[in-house]
């Protein structure tokens, strides 16, 4: 009997083994696992059943709440079924608590646009149950922040003006997070942080220290989503700093009308690129009501250190749009940076690659066709700025540029420039704080023994197509 058992185990596990070396060797190159922590793999491994058979998460739940004792179902979603938009909104709804105003239909075509994808895609379970997460938040977002703006309270917040914002951008992996930090150092300047952008309605509005405790509960609650995808693909730190108190980019609160982020932005660089093509003023016309809002906030509540500062913002996404950005801020001063797109491609591909790490549901990722997406995504939006901004009826629009060999190299030469043409005063108290940062910072990648590494032939990308494709932008814009 013993013996019996040894050797059925034994067949198993040769039978398992033959699989995955017959599957290993099937893979081609460029097809590789999607690289995530043991925790991930066993808590995709738990759900997939729900995640293949969606109704089988309704029967074991709908189960287990009846034989606890329950007499009615819960209104509890089924994250893994296929996404609907009125479904998402009604959920919405019911998690804000009857909050029912969305404001103008803008951002429905850009939902359904995004779901569609999603809905074509193979996310695993995890995935599944983060793209559904941030589509929820970000509608939640939207019915709070159109209710903050009806609220007797906020009377006057449209009177608040955002006065010559400085927009970073430029092709992902360019620098433009670098500079944005470098920038918000400014004791001038405000950024706007992690947590204020994910949704900027106070949860706690009167008692003792009612804004510290506020802060707080807004806070934690980026703090653990940011561990909850840490915990799943922690290599992502190498490519991005991550927490609720660092400045980050326009596009978590510009998500409420076009939700474009982590969980979808991989999805979002393959062609056809038409949903640039839509008029995008009304996102931008809500990102200055945004900012008007927190304006408004900082100066109700007297928080000097947020008060009477000048917007300085950032997203790489902004150089798709930018006809967009200057029709509602004609008076705007972009920073656009710039590097060799050999390398710029290579680290973006691999940025793009932890989003699947942590999205994708099939055995492998595709690294070919990834550095494809990246490669083609960043050749169109390069064209399309420059098409803009080399039209004559353009030529009043602020813009300086920045190549990220000199920002690496002399960060605060770099701003001190930048503040020569921004027509701003280059503090002593501003370039020691700098210094301060830039000490910090080169101490604690030290330590941390980290790095973010990539390559073009990882992806399948020929350097040389890539420098001759693109000798248009590097002879316009690389020194």
């Known amino acids: 009997m013993v013996e019996a058992i040894l050797i059925t185990?034994?067949?198993?596990?040769?039978?398992?083994?033959?699989?995955f070396k017959k599957r290993r060797c099937n893979q081609s190159r460029y097809s590789v696992p999607p690289r995530i922590t043991l925790k991930g793999k066993i808590s995709n491994t738990l759900l997939s059943p729900f995640s293949r058979y969606p109704r089988v998460f309704d029967l074991v739940f709908n189960t287990s709440w009846f034989i606890f004792g329950h007499a009615t179902l819960p209104d509890k979603p089924n994250i893994f079924k296929s996404l609907e938009l009125d479904d998402l909104k009604n959920q919405a709804v019911r998690a804000c608590r009857g909050i029912d105003d969305f404001g103008d239909d803008w951002y429905e075509r850009a939902f359904r646009w995004v779901i569609e994808r999603v809905n074509s895609a193979s996310f695993s379970p995890i995935g599944k149950a983060a793209v559904h997460n941030f589509l929820i938040r970000r509608l939640m977002t939207r019915l709070r922040f159109n209710k903050e703006l009806s609220l007797e309270a906020n009377k006057g917040?449209?009177?608040?003006?955002?006065?010559?914002?400085?927009?970073v951008m430029g092709l992902p992996r360019t620098g433009t997070t670098y500079l944005h930090r470098l920038l918000s150092l400014d004791p001038a300047c405000r950024a706007p942080l992690t947590w204020e952008l994910y949704d900027p309605t106070p949860r706690i509005r009167t008692g003792d220290n009612f804004?510290?405790?506020?802060?707080?509960?807004?806070?934690?609650?980026?703090?653990r989503a940011t561990r909850a995808l840490l915990a799943v693909?922690?290599?992502?730190?190498?490519?991005?700093e991550m927490g609720a108190n660092l400045p980050e980019e326009c596009m978590l609160a510009m998500g409420m009308d076009l939700p474009v982020l982590f969980s979808t932005f991989h999805l979002l660089i393959a062609k056809p690129y038409d949903h640039f093509e839509w008029d995008g003023t009304v996102v931008y016309k809500n990102y200055a009501k945004f900012l008007q809002l927190?304006?408004?906030?900082?100066?109700?509540?007297?928080?000097?250190?947020?008060?009477?500062?000048?917007?300085?913002l950032k997203a790489p996404i902004h150089l798709g749009l930018i006809k967009y950005l200057?029709?509602?801020?004609?008076?705007?001063h972009i920073v656009w940076t710039h590097r060799n797109p050999c390398e710029a491609v290579a680290s973006l591909a691999s940025f793009l690659r932890s989003s699947l790490d942590f999205h994708e549901g099939s055995s492998s990722i595709h690294l070919d066709e990834l550095g494809t997406d990246a490669y083609h995504f960043s050749q169109w939006i390069l064209q399309k700025a420059d098409t803009f901004l080399s039209d004559p009826d353009n030529s009043s629009c602020n813009r300086s540029h920045v190549q990220y060999s000199e920002l690496v190299n002399d960060p605060i030469n770099v701003v001190r420039l930048l503040y020569n043409e921004f027509g701003y005063d280059f503090t002593s108290e501003y370039e020691s704080i700098l210094k301060t940062h830039?000490?910090?910072?080169?101490?604690?990648?030290?330590?941390?023994?980290?790095?973010?590494?990539?390559?073009?032939?990882?992806?399948?990308?020929?350097?040389?197509?890539?420098?001759k494709d693109m000798t248009w932008y590097t002879d316009k814009y690389l020194l």
């Open 9 to 19: 185990f034994i067949i198993i596990i040769a039978s398992v083994w033959i699989l």
């Open 157 to 167: 917040w449209d009177r608040i003006r955002v006065r010559r914002p400085v927009f």
């Open 211 to 223: 804004l510290s405790k506020d802060e707080h509960v807004r806070v934690e609650y980026i703090d």
């Open 233 to 240: 693909t922690p290599h992502l730190l190498d490519c991005h």
């Open 294 to 312: 927190l304006q408004f906030q900082a100066e109700t509540n007297k928080i000097s250190s947020k008060s009477n500062k000048r917007w300085v």
């Open 326 to 332: 200057y029709k509602v801020f004609p008076d705007a």
């Open 438 to 467: 830039l000490k910090v910072e080169h101490e604690k990648r030290g330590k941390s023994g980290h790095g973010h590494k990539y390559s073009l032939d990882e992806y399948d990308l020929d350097e040389g197509i890539i420098a």
